[in-house]
């Protein structure tokens, strides 16, 4: 069973931008089902499909697959809800784990989070100095929630 274990955290200042290279990450929410959310994602030339179940804490159920790109694309033009989450990826390694920062783009413009993915939920984490509030208990600040409440719709983040 694939458990995804991961907390996220609002990003504060800047400093983190010379500590990695981002990648463009373009991904679609399917009509939810009840327990589950279904993803497709395309990142440089690479399709995927993931499924989540419901965040249990800061643990989910996730199962990721790649799939052809043209699919990929197609399900994204077609299939999923509007709007997509666009954002560039930053993939920082510190202290053995790899903090990921998110910098949201389109209708999600303005909004930088960073997540790190760990290996049991009480797993001690020193966070750096450029990690703000901790929401990984919001669910306003899942991507799922974000495509169809996107950033700039919130009238007070």
């Given amino acids: 069973m694939a458990i995804e274990i991961e907390r996220k955290f609002l990003v504060k200042s800047d400093e983190w931008r010379t500590l990695g290279t981002g990648q463009l990450y373009r ?24 499924l989540k179940g419901v965040t249990q804490g800061i643990s989910k159920l996730e199962f990721e697959y790649p799939i052809p790109l043209a699919d990929a694309e197609e399900i994204l033009a077609l299939l999923c809800d509007r709007p997509l989450i666009e954002k560039n990826r930053y993939k920082i390694p510190i202290d053995g784990l790899i903090w990921e920062v998110d910098e949201f783009a389109g209708e999600n413009a303005g909004l930088i989070m960073a997540e790190v993915e760990l290996s049991h939920p009480d797993q001690p984490i020193t966070c750096p100095q450029w990690i703000g509030e901790e929401v990984s208990h919001d669910p306003r600040y899942f991507n799922a929630y974000l495509a169809q409440h996107p950033y700039s719709s919130w009238a007070t983040p």
Avoid: A, D, F, W
């Fill in 27 to 50: 991904q679609g929410y399917l009509p939810r089902g009840e327990g589950c959310t279904m993803r497709v994602r395309v990142v440089g030339s690479q399709g995927y499909l993931t």
